[in-house]
Each structure stands twice: as C-alpha cells, then as structure tokens.
C-alpha cells in the first residue's frame, strides 16, 4: 500500500469511533504517527493500543481550550510538530431555537465550533509548510434541517471558517479543507434505528439509496490531508451520497406512467 502519511504527524479529534477511528486507522495503514484525542479516554487508549506504538492517545474536552492546548502540547512534546489537524469531534442537538436551552445551544457550539478554532489557534504555529488541515463540517452546514437550528449553526459557521482559514494561511503553505458528510453509519447516528421508519425514509431521500460508512469518510479525508490535494485549499467537499445534488422533488415516475418523449 501507499505509505501517503510515512512519518506524518498526524492530530485527530473525536479519534475514538466513527468517522474519526475510521480516518485513524487509515491513516496510521499508511504511516502517519498518529495523536489521538477524544472525550473517552479510555476509547481513544483503545484505539492506540490496536494502532501500536507510533500511536498516542489524550483524553480531551474540545469544548475547553485549556483541554484543547494541552493535547497540540502533547503531541508536540512527543514528536515537535503537526503535519495534519483533523478537527473531526463534534455533537448535535435536537430542538428549534424555542425549544433549545441557551446552555444546549452553547455547548453544541462550544463542541462544534469553538473547539476548531482553539485547535487551529495552537496547532499552525506548529505546523511546517505543506500541512494539511481538515474540518469535519456536515451538509447540514450547507442548508437547513428541521429542529437542528445549533448543530446548522455551527456547521455553517465551520464552513465559511474553513475558507477563512484557508485564505489566512495559504501563504504559510497551509491547506485547509472541509469534509461534509451526510447519513454515515457511527455510533451517533445508531439511534436512529430506533425510530420507526426513520432510517428507511432518510435512505430513501439519498440517491445511492444508503448511509455511508465511516471509512468512505476517511478515504476523502486523506486525499484532503494529502499531497494529492496540494493544490486544493479552501474547498468545501461533499461526500453524501448525492443527497444534496437532488431538488427534494418527488420522483414523478413512482406515481405515474410518464412517457418518455
């Protein structure tokens, strides 16, 4: 296999499942040292342990800067530099913005939105020309969803930072980029099983006909944090199963014989 990553120093958030494991254990396939952060510590020691030795693990709040300091400390006292941040931790919260307590909406922000800039705040100015950054942002930063009004917010927010962060520090030859997901299969979104009919109808909205899996995530995560992307910089790249490509119209043909001239 392609050793992409051979030596990279790689810092990964909410590093203990989903799409942030997936990207973790792709990453360390192809050689990166990777610095796994998460608020399950016993999660992201988990994870180390399989990965092996070149993997760290730091148990982090996101939502705190003194927490979010103290990981990109960490990782540079262990290997003195960031080649690639992938602010990847993130929560939602259900509820219009009647519903929501200010102290749901602020941490849904804090979680979501904050914790990018504080990881970027102490991370670039340990990272070396050619690094690479990558935001988990969500295709819920690219509309709106019913009673999601913090988690759109914030994903949005990180949408346009991204761009800002790109332009900011283009001249550093830093990259930045950000993924949007849309239904992937993580321990997030296993509840949604539990609904009656919900799954089934969500699916039913995706082109492809089905949620992705956390490694589909992680395949355009690395491209992003790759040289093969060493010219893409402030991109927003979608990878939802062309869930946004489609009008929200209904298919016509379902319901009646339509000709086709």
Known sequence: MTQRFDGKVALITGAASGIGAATARL??????LCVLADISEDGAKALAAELGDSAMAIACDVSKQSDVDAMVQAAVDRHGRIDILFNNAGIGSFGTSVELTAEAWETVIAVDLH?????????????????????????????????????????????????????????DGIRVNALCPGLVDTPITAGFHDIPGLKEDWTRRIPMGRAAQPEEMAHVAAFLASEAASYVTGSIIVADGGATAHTGQPEIAQFADIPTE
């Open 27 to 32: 990453f360390a396939s192809e050689g990166a």
């Open 115 to 171: 914790s990018v800039f504080y990881a970027c705040h102490a991370a670039i100015p340990h990272m070396p020309r050619g690094s690479a950054i990558v935001n988990t942002a969500s295709i819920s930063g690219l509309g709106g969803d019913y009673r999601f009004a913090a988690y759109n917010a914030a994903k949005g927010a990180v949408v346009n930072y991204t761009r800002a962060l790109a332009v900011d520090h283009a001249r």
